[in-house]
């Protein structure tokens, strides 16, 4: 697909690295950011696991194809109605609890399925992340050792999986959304990361004040509900857990959240001074 320009189509959502606008009746162009690293083939690889996820029973996003606008990658894909489960509980907070044990479920569940053979390596990728000048020598040197002991796998990793990518459509359906940073790898690596974002994760521009608070506050709350219903979902490799909690929060490093990074480094030292 192509078009020209973004001239009146109505932007309906952002994030970090892609823009979302209305696209027609039932659809929506993703429109990654002009300084995302890589878009194209990052949007190739998200159609790749958005229809392989479709087809082992995961519900995503119908994804119609690629496109590019004003030279920026995009995908066109079904246009969910609903909010994501971020947004429906800083407006319900008494659904915290049963919401973050559903979304736990969800990652349990895509975890457990097999990764298309075209997703990049998770351990690959964690490398490129940490092997990267603005993160600090000594995290860098652990963070790669670590790293060695974690093993090849092919199970289907989100990359990115929290509350507010899980849209929470009228009728009830769950749909996981953004998959940019999908991978083949250990799904302990997968669970590693969300239960980082929740500790310490900082909502992505655009988000509403209201969102914003509830994040700040809520956080022990999601924490417990939702390591637990991981953990009855499905099993983990403890030992494996906390081999991969060290290289995770140092890849995150590499993202350059300002608001994160001073709580990312007190965390790295927490994990270096528990190992040691």
Request: proline share 5%; charged share 30%.
């Amino acid at each position: 697909m192509q078009t020209a320009a973004l001239a009146g189509l109505e932007k309906i959502a952002e994030g970090r690295e892609a823009e979302v606008f209305a696209y027609g009746d039932g659809r929506v162009l993703r429109l990654y950011r002009q300084d995302y690293r890589d878009a194209p083939a990052a949007a190739e690889r998200q159609v790749t696991v958005l229809r392989a996820a479709a087809a082992h029973g995961v519900r995503v996003p119908e994804v119609f194809g690629t496109t590019t606008v004003e030279g920026r990658a995009g995908i066109v894909m079904e246009r969910l109605n609903g909010r994501d489960a971020f947004e429906t509980i800083a407006a319900q907070p008494f659904r915290l609890w049963s919401l973050s044990r559903l979304c736990a479920r969800l990652q349990a569940q895509l975890n457990e399925q097999t990764a298309p053979s075209e997703l990049p390596d998770l351990r690959a990728s964690l490398r490129r992340a940490i092997d990267r000048d603005e993160v600090p020598k000594r995290f860098r040197t652990a963070a790669l050792s670590r790293l060695e002991t974690i093993p090849d796998d092919d199970c289907l990793i989100h990359g990115d999986f929290h509350p507010g990518n899980v849209m929470l459509l009228a009728d009830g359906e769950a749909v996981i959304i953004d998959w940019t940073g999908a991978r083949r790898g250990v799904p302990e690596a997968d669970f590693a990361r969300t239960m980082l974002m929740i500790r310490l994760g900082e909502p992505a521009p655009g988000m509403p004040t209201l969102i914003r608070f509830f994040a700040r506050f809520a956080r022990s709350v999601m924490l417990r509900s939702y390591e637990g219903a991981y953990r009855k979902a499905r099993r983990i490799d403890e030992k494996l857990l906390r081999a991969c909690e060290l290289p995770v929060a140092v890849a995150r490093l590499s993202e350059n959240i300002p608001a994160e990074v001073p709580k990312l480094h007190k965390h790295i030292e927490r994990l270096l001074a528990r190992d040691a």
